[in-house]
C-alpha cells in the first residue's frame, strides 16, 4: 500500500500539468474506426492497441469497421466526429493521403479534417509471380513486359489501391507497360496469382508471406533499401538496378482539433503498446515493420505520400471504380 502511494505521489505533478480536458480524458468509451473490413491488416493494428489502450485508460477501447468508397465513408466519420478524443481513426495512406487524388469529390477535406497521432506500422512491398511462368528474376520480368509490352498481367486490391500504385511506380521506374487487373480485395488477386490467372503482384509482404512460404508463388524481389529478414534470400529492387523503393504506412490519427495533450497521450500509450513482444514482436513475424513516432514525424509521412504519389496517379489517370 505504501509503494502504491508513493507512486502515485510521484505521478501526480506530471498530472497536474496536464490541461484540465487531458486530466479528465476519457469520460466514456472510446471508439477506433476502422474504414476497412475486418481481417486486414488495418483491423489486425487497430484491434492489437484496443486492449492495452484499454488498459492504460479504464475504458473500454471498441474498434467499429466502417466500410466503402476506400475507406471514405469510415474517414468521414471520423472526420465529423467531435474532436474531443473518443473518436479515433486507424487507417491507411488512402483515406488520409491518397482519395483526393482518386476521387473526384471527397465527403472531408484531407488537408484539414484530421489530426496525426502515429505511424503505427509500415508493409514492405515485394514482387511475386505466378509459378507458371519462368521468371527467376526482376531482369526476366522486365525483358519480357518489354518483349511484349502490355501483355503481362499484374493484379490489385482495386484502382487506386497501394498494390495499383505500386505497380505504377514500377513501371515508371523500368519504362515497361504492364496490363493492370483491379480485383476487389487484395485476396482474390492473390487467388488468380497462385492459379496461374494473372503474372504477378507487387503486394504487401504479410498478405503474401504465407504463399511465399508454402511455395504458391515466386518471389522475385524486395522494395526495401535493405533485405529483409523474414526473406533473405530475396534481393532488393537495387540490388537488379531498379529504383524503387515502396510501402504501404498505417497510423491513427484524430478529429482536427482534438486536444494536443491527448493526441500525446494516445502517442505515447501506442509506442508503448508497440512495443510489447505480443504485439510488436507478433507483427514483425508476419512481416510488418512496427511503427512509433510522434505526430509530426507521421504529419510528415502523410505530406510525403502526397508529394510522391500525386504525379503517378495523374500521369495515369487512375480514378475510382
Excluded at 472510446?30 to 488498459?55: H, M, Y
Excluded at 481513426?89 to 471527397?106: D, E, K
Excluded at 497521432?117 to 527467376?136: D, Q
Amino acid at each position: 500500500m505504501v509503494k502504491t502511494t508513493r507512486r502515485a505521489l510521484m505521478a501526480m505533478p506530471a498530472l497536474l500539468a496536464l490541461p484540465a480536458h487531458a486530466q479528465t480524458w476519457p469520460t466514456r468509451p472510446i471508439r477506433i474506426i476502422v474504414p476497412f473490413p475486418p481481417g486486414g491488416l488495418v483491423d489486425v493494428l487497430a484491434r492489437s492497441i484496443a486492449q492495452p489502450l484499454s488498459a492504460q485508460l479504464g475504458q473500454p477501447v471498441v474498434v467499429e469497421n466502417r466500410v466503402g468508397a476506400g475507406g471514405n465513408i469510415g474517414a468521414d466519420v471520423a472526420a465529423k466526429s467531435a474532436p474531443d478524443g473518443h473518436v479515433l481513426l486507424a487507417t491507411s495512406m488512402g483515406p488520409v493521403a491518397v482519395n483526393q487524388f482518386i476521387y473526384r469529390t471527397m465527403p472531408y477535406d484531407t488537408q484539414t479534417a484530421f489530426a496525426p497521432i502515429t505511424l503505427l506500422a509500415s508493409t514492405p512491398k515485394v514482387m511475386c509471380v505466378t509459378n507458371a511462368r519462368p521468371w527467376r528474376s526482376v531482369t526476366d520480368v522486365v525483358a519480357a513486359a518489354k518483349a511484349q509490352p502490355g501483355v503481362l498481367t499484374a493484379g490489385s486490391a482495386g484502382a487506386g489501391s497501394s498494390l495499383h500504385l505500386a505497380l505504377e511506380l514500377f513501371k515508371r521506374a523500368t519504362g515497361t507497360e504492364i496490363q493492370h487487373v483491379p480485383y476487389r480485395g487484395a485476396g482474390p488477386a492473390l487467388t488468380d496469382l497462385v492459379a496461374g490467372q494473372i503474372d504477378m503482384v507487387i503486394d504487401n509482404l504479410p498478405n503474401i508471406l504465407g504463399q511465399i512460404t508454402g511455395n504458391q508463388v515466386r518471389p522475385l524481389a524486395v522494395a526495401t533499401p535493405q533485405r529483409l529478414p523474414q526473406l533473405p534470400g530475396v534481393p532488393t529492387m537495387a540490388e537488379a538496378g531498379i529504383d524503387f523503393v515502396f510501402g504501404t504506412a498505417f497510423g491513427l490519427v484524430a478529429p482536427a482539433g482534438t486536444p494536443e495533450a491527448i493526441i500525446a497521450r494516445v502517442a505515447g500509450l501506442v509506442r508503448d503498446a508497440l512495443r510489447e513482444p505480443m504485439i510488436g514482436g507478433r507483427l514483425a513475424e508476419q512481416g510488418a515493420i512496427v511503427g512509433g513516432g510522434g505526430p509530426s514525424e507521421f504529419a510528415a509521412l502523410i505530406a510525403r505520400e502526397k508529394t510522391v504519389l500525386e504525379p503517378v496517379i495523374r500521369a495515369a489517370n487512375i480514378r475510382a471504380e
